[in-house]
């Protein structure tokens, strides 16, 4: 049986206390434990983004994180955007623009997106691209995912 830590740490703006194992990933944990299936697992090994989670404001892929690292830290998975049954701003500019495909990325688009301008509010279209070049997007679907984060930057109405 794996060894467990209790760790204490707060997802989705919800405190919680959980027994993870420590050589479970933030991913296993996220989804296997807690139910927060919206974030994906794809390649595991930090290459695709389809993992990207919040963690104290940075985006991270949570393939590569232990769970036990998110010990006494703020997480934001995809599930935390929507406040009071409405989708944020970015979420509804992704719908705007058709953004999802397959809708496989998306949430870790929305995450890394997300991310970016908490920290940088106007950003120009190569400071989308470079914010989100972690994301892959098999559908290809990279020039809505970008005309959708500077929608969203810029307050465009829905
Ligand atoms: S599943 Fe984590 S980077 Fe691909
Ligand atoms: S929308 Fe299909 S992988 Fe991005």
């Keep these: ?22 050589n479970h990933t933030l991913l296993d944990v996220l989804r296997d434990d807690i139910d927060l299936t919206g974030t994906k697992e794809c390649c595991v090994v930090g290459e695709c983004g389809a993992c990207t989670v919040i963690v104290d404001g940075r985006p991270m892929n949570s393939c590569l994180m232990l769970a036990v690292e998110i010990d006494g830290k703020e997480v934001t998975t995809v599930e935390g955007l929507e406040l009071d049954g409405e989708l944020s701003a970015l979420q509804a500019a992704f719908l705007d623009e058709s953004a999802a495909q397959c809708g496989f990325c998306i949430p870790g688009q929305l995450m890394s997106a997300t991310a970016l301008l908490a920290e940088n509010p106007d950003p120009s279209v190569e400071e989308v691209q470079e914010g989100l070049a972690g994301n892959l997007c098999r559908c290809a679907g990279y020039e809505q995912i970008t005309k959708a984060v500077l929608a969203a930057a810029k307050g465009v109405p829905r």
């Excluded at 049986?1 to 420590?22: F, P, Q, W």
């Design 1 to 22: 049986m794996n060894e467990t830590l209790t760790i204490r740490t707060t997802i989705n703006g919800r405190k919680r206390t959980i027994d993870v194992a420590v």
